[in-house]
């Protein structure tokens, strides 16, 4: 499976991810959130930053089903899905993972027809180093 390689900016997100909390990037001067991390606020051009805890809530924006699966490794899986998650604090935040059935679970596991744009998500972490992952909070 892919791995994260994370640059200086983003190595935050994957260690509060390894120990299973969401956290975003935020201003430290104007509290303006950020995804992808970077180094300068976009809004305020402040160097000053943050990493602010997030409930790990939001929506399926969008998603989409690879065919056929784009990457070989994961060929044993399709169809699996794609989605894009808008964070319930941060909502132009979106964050891409997959929809799974429980914290680890296969990408096959939750059948493409239960897809929804709009459906209320929250993350959960594999086990393999903290790569978040999604589940239906109403299943």
Do not use: K
């Given at each position: 499976?892919?791995k994260p390689v994370?640059?200086?900016?983003?190595?935050?997100?994957?260690?509060?991810?390894a120990r299973g909390?969401?956290?975003?990037?935020?201003?430290?001067?104007?509290?303006?959130?950020?995804?992808?991390?970077?180094?300068?606020?976009?809004?305020?051009?402040?160097?000053?930053?943050?990493?602010?805890?997030?409930?790990?809530?939001?929506?399926?924006?969008?998603?989409?089903?690879?065919?056929?699966?784009?990457?070989?490794?994961?060929?044993?899986?399709?169809?699996?899905?794609?989605?894009?998650?808008?964070?319930?604090?941060?909502?132009?935040i979106r964050l891409?993972?997959?929809?799974?059935?429980?914290?680890?679970?296969?990408?096959?596991?939750?059948?493409?027809?239960?897809?929804?744009?709009?459906?209320?998500?929250?993350?959960?972490?594999?086990?393999?180093?903290?790569?978040?992952?999604?589940?239906?909070?109403?299943?």
């Open positions: 499976m892919l994370p640059d200086a900016d983003g190595a935050p997100f994957w260690q509060y991810a909390e969401l956290r975003v990037q935020s201003c430290a001067d104007c509290g303006e959130p950020r995804f992808p991390p970077r180094p300068c606020c976009p809004h305020c051009q402040s160097f000053a930053n943050e990493w602010t805890p997030t409930s790990g809530r939001g929506r399926i924006w969008s998603y989409v089903v690879p065919h056929p699966p784009l990457l070989p490794d994961y060929a044993e899986q399709a169809p699996y899905n794609v989605i894009v998650v808008e964070l319930a604090e941060a909502p132009r891409v993972g997959n929809l799974v059935s429980a914290a680890g679970a296969r990408l096959d596991s939750v059948p493409v027809e239960r897809l929804r744009v709009g459906a209320r998500v929250r993350v959960v972490f594999d086990a393999d180093g903290g790569l978040p992952q999604w589940v239906l909070e109403r299943p």
